[in-house]
């Protein structure tokens, strides 16, 4: 026998001891409950490989085949795939399906479950990566914060800027244009405090406030010529239940839409969207840049005591690029008020064929609301209908749409109802959607159960961003800030 074969075989059983193979098992009718839930998902190509585990288990012995070849075996304490293997399986079977078969030890029993389907959509997800904010579940002070990237098809994550860089300020609401991620705006409170607005990485600093608009400027949405910004101005206030089952309600005491140029830093505030009897919140221009999208509400007096009877609607309005201007006249497109409910962050497909929007009770802040759902408007016939396959028991919201309009992003709290996680799914042509996924992790149970942060405002992005966390962060720290000009449009 040479020395090589002699090695080989050496490794092979050292193998074989490191991983022994079940001798005995018992058939189990059930699929495995594993965490994260992949069970029966539809996934792209592109994505990270969905490791995930079973928590009663001690070890597991994992198999995953391909309906046209192509096999990958995963043996441990945990499901976890080789990356590029993953990937050649993935591409293998596009358009087609995995079939998932666990063995796993349980109480020194070892258990064969029944095999269960990972479907690969035909549909690619065009896009890079994620960006989003991660935020501790708290609300007494900003904590420890940041924005980041994730590459989609890897589990490579790096902070974009982190709070401990500059006072530990709060960071709000980072969001890019979809076509270009060096064009992005996201606002920051504390002693640095300003509008950040970067456009193909040149960075201005606005001063945080406008006196004449008497607030900062959030939850933005970029025109899709990078030439306009749409903001609203929130006087945000939150209040703590002592004896409800929820534990905080965040609302709006004021709130209106404004247009944001840049290129002359000049606001435009249109009286239409800044009637004092309304609160109008989460503008979105539509992907033609002829419309702006928004949600409002018929304002109330004692508005903590009335909290609960604050439902917003979706509405829209012409937008003139040409001169920056608003049309004259506002169309409601979801009435969710008439049936009791509450419709918010409307987000409008690339295609221009779906709306997709938060239903909850009342209010405009979904996040913490357990009975927060996605829900669809289909643009050209009006109808309206729940993703039931994306939805859980708790809280649904800050979605996002991926460039071809087969794909969103969200935000849940269907673990443990406290951490938002983000997670995925597919959208076909006449809007339905797929069972979601959590975005996959490199470590699931460590994730799930130790994780302090939560995730939010989660945007697509076409490429890593190239402007240094070192370089915003200098810019924020200096003194310098650009004031706006408030200009008014009566009607």
């Known amino acids: 026998m040479n020395l090589r074969l002699l090695l080989l075989l050496i490794i092979t059983a050292l193998l074989n001891a490191c991983h022994p193979r079940p001798k005995h098992t018992a058939e189990v009718s059930d699929y495995p409950h594993i965490v994260p839930d992949y069970v029966g998902v539809t996934i792209p190509t ?82 890079w990566g994620l960006t989003y904010r991660l935020i501790p579940p708290g609300y007494e002070s900003y904590g420890q914060m940041g924005l980041y990237e994730r590459e989609l098809r890897s589990f490579s994550e790096r902070p974009l800027l982190e709070n401990s860089e500059i006072s530990r300020g709060c960071i709000n609401c980072h969001t890019p244009l979809p076509s270009e991620p060096e064009t992005f705006t996201f606002h920051v409170r504390g002693p640095h405090g300003a509008t950040v607005v970067s456009r193909k990485g040149t960075i201005e600093m606005l001063a945080p406030r406008n006196e004449a608009l008497g607030g900062s400027m959030v939850y933005p949405y970029w025109h899709p010529t990078g030439s306009y910004i749409a903001y609203s101005t929130n006087d945000t206030h939150q209040n703590f239940y002592s004896t409800h089952s929820r534990r905080i309600e965040v609302y709006d005491n004021h709130s209106d839409i404004l247009i944001y140029r840049p290129d002359s830093h000049q606001i435009l505030l249109d009286s239409l969207l800044a009637r004092p009897d309304r609160l109008e919140s989460y503008p979105t221009f539509s992907p033609d840049g002829r419309s702006l999208y928004y949600c409002t509400a018929q304002r109330q007096d004692s508005i903590w005591k009335n909290y609960s009877l604050i439902r917003y609607d979706i509405c829209r309005i012409a937008f003139h690029p040409e001169t920056g201007r608003l049309g004259t006249s506002v169309d409601t497109l979801v009435h969710a008020s008439r049936s009791g409910h509450s419709a918010c962050m409307p987000r409008i497909s690339p295609d221009e064929r779906f709306l997709l929007f938060a239903l909850c009770d009342y209010g405009c802040f979904p996040i913490w609301h357990p009975e927060a759902d996605l829900w669809m408007m289909d643009l050209k016939t009006n109808h309206t209908f729940p993703l039931r396959q994306a939805n859980s028991q708790d809280a649904e919201s800050f979605h996002a ?91």
């Open 46 to 127: 592109g994505i990270a490989p969905l490791h995930f585990a079973m928590p009663e288990a001690e070890r597991m012995e994992v198999e995953l085949s391909g309906t046209r070849g192509e096999k990958l075996h995963s043996h441990g304490t945990y499901a976890k795939m080789d990356l590029d293997q993953w990937h050649q399986l993935l591409s293998a079977n596009r358009g087609d399906s995995l079939t998932v078969s666990v063995t796993a030890l349980v109480n020194g029993e070892w258990r064969r479950y029944r095999p269960f389907p990972i479907y690969v959509s035909a549909d690619t997800l065009r896009a």
């Open 401 to 491: 749409w991926s460039p071809d309009s087969r794909w969103i992003v969200f935000t849940s709290r269907r673990t443990n109802g406290l951490y938002t996680e983000l997670y995925l799914c597919h959208v076909d042509s006449i809007g339905h959607a797929s069972k979601a996924f959590c975005l996959p992790q490199r470590h699931p149970v460590q994730f799930m159960t130790e994780t302090p942060y939560s995730f939010n405002t989660p945007d697509f992005a076409a490429t890593p961003l190239r402007s240094s966390s070192k370089e915003l962060r200098d810019r924020i720290m200096k003194a310098e800030r650009i004031p706006t000009e408030l200009q008014m449009q009566q009607h």
